[in-house]
């Protein structure tokens, strides 16, 4: 049957929190609401950001942002399709971020980790990010090794 999700629920005493793993040919709209819908119903304590547009403003929800960067004087966030500016510090912005979903890759900017499609580790010892919309950034050399160590967490948690 299309559209059918199958879950199965495995006990497990090491995990302390649960963990969700989402196993799928591509990422679609339907893992996006599956997504969604979790960190709807687990306790998300993490404020919406306002964006500003012009004179508009849009609520975002901090999945919804790849990243957010200084340019020039002003602070912005950017989203699949769209840049946004905010009245606030990056600093003050970062401490409203989920620690867990945000990482500061250098004194001007942010990312969600949950929007990175690729790390790029090359032998001058930079790192480039690939997002899942195709932008791209830079770490600073100084934030390098915080991203390897998270990795290197990250390939211990998958074995």
Known sequence: MKNMVDIDVVINEKYIDPKVTIQTKEKTEQVDNIIYAIENVSGND???IP???GEKVELLSQRDIFRAYTQG????????????????????LEE????????????SEIINLYKVKRFDINIAGTIG???????????????????KNLIKQQEGKNK
């Open 129 to 147: 990010i690939e997002f899942d919309n195709g932008q791209t950034s830079w770490a600073a050399r100084s934030h390098v090794k915080a991203i």
């Open 51 to 53: 964006a500003y547009d």
């Open 46 to 48: 993490f404020p919406v």
């Open 96 to 107: 409203d971020l989920n620690p867990k979903r945000f990482l500061r890759i250098s004194q």
């Open 73 to 92: 004087r002003k602070v912005m966030v950017q989203t699949a399709d769209h840049s946004y500016s905010i009245k606030k510090s990056l600093v003050s």
